[in-house]
């Protein structure tokens, strides 16, 4: 079953912007402007952006859309169908890469056969791409998409100087975003991009994961990369090279953030599991370090 599709704000929101929640899956963002509307990220399913695109009624047809794909997670753009070959879709060029890696039509595979919601998903990739940034100008609203990678490689968060709102979609994440490998390159790019984001200076920041608009998020996340440096750069090579280092005290989730009270398990699983990647790019880039003094 589709998690249920609402349209909710923050406080302090400006109401040219809309979240579009679909439960506790993920939140996309609809952007009104004197000269077009923009939608950053398509939901799911087909079905669940067709919902918001309904919910968003005449505000949604009153002028010409634009949809921006942050990024190539299932969550993020399997709902490209609802609207393929009306609005132009733009991502980063580095999207055609991750759209074309078998790995992307497997993941719909498995989960097709483990939800009958994603049946009739078909993948369908951006129609312009671009490197480094992009900048589209409303007129009243300028939207930066920066390529903001570590993540994933194609990532993009979108800024919105005037309202100095932060659109960080997974760049930022409550409690803790995910490096996209194990790899000590990935978590460079990562930190670099949580820097970038910080020093927006923005007002609001916006993840689509964690239900907050705190600036304070992105001090968190850096605050918890350093701690996991900090912890790991006091290990002789036998720690580094325990693979149970996670489950060690000092070193579990819990031992850096705060769950929140509440949390569902499966959840509390899967940023678990994001800082067990998280701490094995972390010793990876200790490990090299060391190869390299």
């Not at 790019?281 to 190869?291: G, N, P």
Request: glycine share 6%; with cysteine; proline share 6%.
């Amino acid at each position: 079953m589709n998690p249920s599709v609402e349209l909710c704000s923050y406080p302090g929101l400006d109401e040219r912007i809309v979240i579009i929640r679909a439960g506790d899956e993920v939140d996309a963002v609809f952007v009104r402007t004197d000269r077009f509307n923009v939608l950053i990220d398509t939901l799911g399913t087909p079905e669940q952006c067709k919902t918001a695109l309904d919910l968003l009624g005449e505000e949604a047809e009153a002028r010409p859309l634009i949809v921006v794909n942050s990024h190539m997670d299932w969550d993020h753009f399997w709902g490209n169908a609802a609207i393929a070959g009306r609005p132009p879709i733009i991502a980063h060029a580095a999207a055609l890469d991750r759209l074309r890696d078998p790995s992307t039509q497997q993941v719909l595979k498995d989960k097709a056969s483990q939800e009958s919601r994603f049946g009739n998903v078909e993948l369908i990739g951006p129609d312009i791409t671009f490197s480094g940034s992009m900048v589209l100008n409303g007129g009243d609203l300028t939207l930066e998409l920066i390529h903001t990678p570590g993540h994933t490689p194609d990532h993009i968060a979108v800024w919105i100087p005037e309202l100095r709102i932060c659109l960080a979609v997974d760049a930022v994440e409550s409690p803790i975003p995910e490096v996209w490998s194990r790899g000590a390159d990935d978590l460079r790019l990562i930190r670099s991009s949580l820097t970038r984001i910080r020093d927006l200076d923005a007002r609001l920041v916006i993840p689509a994961h964690g239900r907050t608009s705190s600036p304070s998020t992105v001090d968190e996340n850096l605050a918890y990369f350093e701690a996991l440096a900090d912890r790991v750069g006091l290990l002789n090579e036998s720690r580094l090279a325990d693979p149970q280092l996670g489950n060690s005290s000092g070193f579990r989730l819990e031992d850096f953030v705060t769950i929140p009270d509440g949390m569902p398990a499966d959840v509390a699983t899967f940023y678990r599991n994001c800082h067990e990647t998280n701490l094995g790019a972390t010793v990876q880039a200790r490990i090299e370090q060391l190869k390299s003094a």
